[in-house]
């Protein structure tokens, strides 16, 4: 991999702000080159440009971002396995974070853990920017006397997380690219170019065949139709996700026909396998009990399936079995996945197993994206090429019948 020059911001000992720059493979390397260097990375930037910047719909984002979570989890662990208290932590965090509402909400954790609340139920105050995972974790931290080592872990679990869901996007970028491409240019078709065509249809005379008159007709309400089609589809994009997050069963329903999709439901089944594993790996290993674990796992997998699983696998746990026996029962989990916990259960390391799920479906995920995209690049330019040629062929039609009309005459 080519190394990068990544300019940084970071506290060495003293606490003093220092920047600089530094090569290295990749953002993540360049934090973990800084830490070895006594110092604790606030900021590292130089990646992320480009097509591979990620694209922010405003509207479209009420709470704390993924990757601001794994931002804000790296920086919190660097400083506290450095030494510095927890609220000189907090404070640094406070004045470095440039979101907002995020800032808002540290300077609010910090008041709280001021006046002798603990970390985890200050931010569990506030579920819009730290999630039940996050706090479970820091929880079981604090009781265990291991803070440092649940905040680390919680970096890089929404550090890979992260990564690969920038993968995701990176990966789709050109095909939709290409899909608004095609759609800006069919639209700008029907409004500029038809109207002129229409109006040497009219002084040659003629009557129009009904594809060409259906086009006329789309060129001549465009105006209002274009406006409708965006607010109706704005509109029933917000119906759908309220009805998504408010209805249960609903929900559930619309999980189980994305896991069941011809060509996307096998990526969809691998993320979720893959998000599963991770974050139960990372629950078990900072010593969430295991029944709680299953219920934060559930609620934050982000499938109703998983969750609808994992109720499964918590009453068996409860009444003294193993995970392994209903998750065989589920379709969703493969029997390698099963056999893996299976071992893992029987041996006692059941998080090197889950782990080791989560990199192999991350890989997956990563290999199914980059086909997926080479089988829709060509696909994508073909429709953009079948829509220009009908658009040609409407409006060249007539020429036959004009032709016709002419010589008749």
Request: glycine letters at 8%.
């Amino acid at each position: 991999m080519a190394t990068k020059t990544f300019s940084y911001e970071a506290l060495d000992a003293s606490g003093a702000l220092v920047k600089g720059k530094i090569d290295s493979e990749s953002s993540d390397a360049a934090a973990t080159a800084l830490a070895n260097q006594r110092l604790v990375p606030m900021s590292i930037a130089g990646a992320g440009t480009g097509l591979q910047k990620e694209i922010k719909l405003p509207g479209f984002r009420g709470g704390t971002s993924l990757k601001d979570l794994a931002i804000f989890a790296r920086q919190f662990a660097s400083m506290t396995s450095s030494g510095l208290t927890l609220l000189r932590s907090l404070a640094i965090l406070e004045e470095q974070t440039s979101k907002p509402k995020l800032r808002e909400a540290i300077t609010q954790v910090k008041l709280e853990v001021q006046g002798g609340a603990t970390l985890s139920s200050s931010m569990a105050q506030h579920p819009d920017h730290f999630p039940p995972l996050m706090v479970n974790m820091i929880k079981a931290g604090e009781t265990g006397g291991f803070l440092d080592d649940a905040l680390a872990r919680i970096a890089r679990m929404y550090e890979a997380d992260a990564n690969l869901r920038q993968k995701i996007k990176s990966a789709m970028t050109y095909p939709v690219i290409v899909l608004i491409f095609s759609l800006l240019m069919g639209t700008g078709v029907i409004l500029f170019i038809v109207p002129i065509f229409e109006k040497m249809f009219k002084n040659l005379g003629g009557k129009l065949p009904l594809p060409t008159q259906i086009l006329v007709t789309l060129s001549h309400n465009m105006l209002w139709i274009l406006p409708v089609v965006l607010i109706g589809t704005f509109a029933g994009f917000r119906a759908f996700r309220k009805a998504v997050q408010t209805n249960a069963s609903f929900r559930l329903k619309v999980d189980r026909f994305k896991l069941r999709l011809p060509v996307f439901g096998a990526l969809f089944t691998k993320l979720a396998i893959s998000r599963w594993a991770r974050n139960l790996g990372t629950l078990l290993a900072v010593g969430v009990p295991i029944i709680q674990a299953l219920d934060v796992v559930g609620g934050t997998s982000g499938s109703a399936v998983i969750n609808e699983a994992m109720i499964e696998v918590r009453d068996s746990v409860r009444l003294g079995g193993q995970m392994s026996a209903p998750l065989a029962k589920h379709p969703l989990f493969p029997s390698m996945v099963v056999q893996m916990i299976e071992v893992g259960e029987e041996t006692g390391q059941i998080t090197d197993m889950l782990d080791k799920v989560a990199d192999y479906y991350d890989r997956e995920v990563e290999t199914a994206t980059e086909a997926l995209t080479s089988a829709l690049e060509p696909l994508l330019v073909v429709l953009l090429g079948a829509v220009i040629g009908v658009m040609v062929i409407c409006l060249y039609m007539p020429m036959f019948s004009i032709y016709q009309h002419i010589q008749s005459n």
